[in-house]
């Protein structure tokens, strides 16, 4: 099992920024992806940014210039710094993980509220 403890998430006004945090319980060097999914009431889950193999990254298009995923594989965790944030921004944000050596192979965390005042 792996243990996914998400943190940063609140309130903000729009164009404010958060950080968002995930800490795994297993070490992250070389997992086959990390990254963030977001759920707003209404609305079907979406990617919002994740490295996959090789450290690249993905992210969904309405974030790109605002938002930044970043690993420190030391501490096994993932940020997610999120800028100019918009209303539409507004979401349950969750982190996950998937490596093919472990089994199951996809873990999640149980998700932090982002919520952005216009």
């Known amino acids: 099992q792996v243990q996914l403890v998400e943190s940063g998430g609140g309130l903000v006004q729009a164009g404010g920024s958060l950080r968002l945090s995930c800490a795994a319980s297993?070490?992250?060097?070389?997992?086959?992806?990390m990254g963030w999914y977001r759920e707003a009431p209404g609305k079907q889950r979406e990617l919002v940014a994740t490295?996959?193999?090789?450290?690249?990254?993905n992210y969904l298009d309405s974030v790109k210039g605002r938002f930044t995923i970043s690993r420190d594989d030391a501490k096994n965790t993932v940020h997610l710094q999120m800028n100019n944030l918009k209303a539409e921004d507004t979401a349950a944000y969750y982190c996950?993980?998937?490596?093919?050596?472990?089994?199951?192979?996809?873990?999640w965390g149980r998700g932090t509220q982002v919520t952005v005042s216009s």
């Open positions: 297993k070490s992250i060097f070389m997992v086959n992806a």
């Open positions: 490295f996959t193999s090789g450290s690249r990254t």
């Open positions: 996950y993980v998937r490596s093919r050596m472990w089994n199951p192979n996809e873990f």
